[in-house]
């Protein structure tokens, strides 16, 4: 299994410019999640999914949007890039929600600078 | 407003040593608590999870605790390898905000030989 993959693993935009961050998971989980992690900070959640088709906000979604045509993939769209989005962003996906406690497993991270 | 507090920032110790990394929360009501070991440039992966009866879960030389009635909880690690240098990441899930996990900052341990 490879797990959670992410890609691209870096990336650098320009102010007002729009991209897309791929997650993609092989372990046939319903759960899916984007997070970001700032310096100093515990991770954010931005978007989640319990299934294919049904997705809804996190703490910090503004500026951001997702979709879940599959249960595989999970990709965060970046509609006009603005410097406070410079993070690493994080996907995950677990069995289930945070209801109950399974072990969420993450990606390796996309590291976006915003210029 | 639920919050998770975690102690030291960071953490120098010798190889071979052993270490204690604190963590405080005020969430409530409590549905479960996590330890997460974060390599440099690497994605989170689970040490532990740990539900409202349980008091300790260890996993190989990283042991945690867990008091509900004072909301701390404590990762201790036996016999620091190099490897263990790693920021540690304390997790507190509510059961109210759909269970969403609320994350400490971590404590950013660095093991010396």
């Known amino acids: 299994n490879a797990g959670v993959t992410q890609t691209p693993k870096f990336q650098v935009l320009k102010t007002g410019q729009s991209m897309t961050l791929q997650c993609a998971q092989d372990?046939?989980?319903?759960?899916m999640s984007w997070y970001r992690q700032d310096p100093g900070m515990g991770l954010r959640l931005i978007h989640y999914?319990?299934?294919?088709?049904?997705?809804d906000q996190g703490e910090v979604p503004n500026g951001y949007n997702v979709s879940r045509s599959t249960t595989e993939d999970f990709p965060l769209r970046l509609l006009s890039a603005a410097p406070s989005q410079t993070s690493v962003y994080f996907c995950?996906?677990?069995?289930?929600?945070?209801?109950?406690?399974?072990?969420?497993?993450f990606g390796p991270g996309t590291r976006l600078t915003v210029t | 407003k639920n919050q998770v507090e975690q102690s030291p920032q960071s953490l120098i110790i010798l190889e071979g040593k052993n270490c204690t990394l604190q963590?405080?929360?005020?969430?409530?009501?409590?549905?479960?608590l996590r330890w997460y070991k974060q390599d440099t440039g690497r994605g989170p992966v689970s040490l532990t999870i740990?539900?409202?009866s349980e008091n300790t879960k260890s996993n190989g030389r990283y042991t945690a605790t867990l008091d509900a009635d004072t909301k701390q909880s404590s990762l201790h690690i036996t016999a620091s390898q190099l490897s263990d240098s790693a920021s540690y990441i304390c997790?507190?899930?509510?059961?109210?905000?759909?269970?969403?996990?609320?994350w400490g900052a971590g404590t950013k341990l660095i093991i010396k030989p």
């Open positions: 995950a996906s677990s069995y289930e929600s945070e209801r109950f406690p399974y072990e969420q497993y």
């Open positions: 372990m046939n989980h319903e759960y």
């Open positions: 999914s319990v299934g294919a088709g049904i997705t």
């Open positions: 963590c405080n929360y005020t969430v409530s009501p409590f549905s479960n």
């Open positions: 740990m539900t409202f």
């Open positions: 997790v507190v899930s509510a059961r109210d905000s759909n269970y969403q996990l609320i």
